[in-house]
């Protein structure tokens, strides 16, 4: 079956920096656009980077632009966000996932900015 799991949270001071990843298995990695989301405390799971198959096009919502970079290694099946100049708003658990496909989410990775 699908399988997400992702590793790489920590605490951080605000303006360091943190690389996730995300091990997958279960489909054709190579084949899939990928995500990472997060949700903060109380609030809704929030879209955060995206990356197509190829790892040619990526997306960013408008408040990691510029700071997270999303890239992809299919010989490892495994994607990473990498974050820099983390700020207290970006305090929440990180999952990866692939998009439009009802796979149960993976236990997420507990990220924490505090100084």
């Known amino acids: 079956q699908v399988q997400y799991v992702e590793s790489g949270g920590g605490l951080v001071q605000p303006g360091g920096s943190l690389r996730l990843s995300c091990a997958v298995s279960?489909?054709?990695?190579?084949?899939?656009?990928m995500s990472w989301f997060r949700q903060a405390s109380g609030k809704e799971r929030e879209l955060v980077a995206a990356?197509?198959?190829?790892?040619?096009?990526?997306n960013y919502a408008h408040s990691v632009r510029g700071r997270f970079t999303i890239s992809r290694d299919d010989a490892k099946n495994t994607l990473y966000l990498q974050m820099n100049n983390l700020k207290l708003e970006d305090t929440a658990v990180y999952y990866c996932k692939r998009p439009r496909f009802n796979d149960d989410w993976g236990q997420g990775t507990v990220v924490t900015v505090s100084s």
């Open positions: 990356i197509s198959n190829t790892g040619g096009v990526t």
């Open positions: 279960g489909f054709t990695f190579s084949a899939s656009g």
